[in-house]
């Protein structure tokens, strides 16, 4: 893991814990700034809060129309149980038939931590 990205990113939290940040945010998306985005935010999220200890962690925005709200689910209580609880999640719906149909799978599904 030494010299990729996620190894990159860890530096990076850790010397944000050490400048007394109290919150790390990262885009929950496909494409930031017309750059494709390479790894999954939740993935990093967990790696950042593994190698921190008071910096909680979480989504800026999660965009339901590319992510089904069972994973996103399952990741986000996943993701909480690394951070120790430290984990906060912002979910943009969309409008229309497509969040009316999202938002009952999502009534629908029994989740459990």
């Given at each position: 893991m030494a010299g990729s990205a996620v190894a990159r990113a860890a530096g990076e939290w850790e010397r944000a814990e050490r400048l007394g940040i109290g919150r790390g945010w990262l885009w929950d998306h496909l494409v930031?700034?017309?750059r494709p985005v390479s790894h999954d935010a939740y993935a990093v999220l967990a790696?950042?809060?593994a190698t921190t200890t008071t910096?909680?962690?979480?989504?800026?925005?999660t965009a339901p129309n590319f992510r089904h709200p069972v994973t996103t689910a399952k990741a986000a209580l996943a993701l909480d149980d690394v951070?120790?609880?430290?984990?906060r999640v912002a979910v943009l719906w969309?409008?229309?038939?497509?969040?009316e149909r999202?938002?009952?799978?999502?009534?629908?599904a029994e989740l459990t931590a």
């Open positions: 930031l700034g017309g790696a950042a809060a910096i909680g962690v979480g989504t800026m925005v951070s120790g609880g430290a984990t969309p409008r229309g038939d497509d969040a999202r938002f009952a799978v999502l009534e629908k």
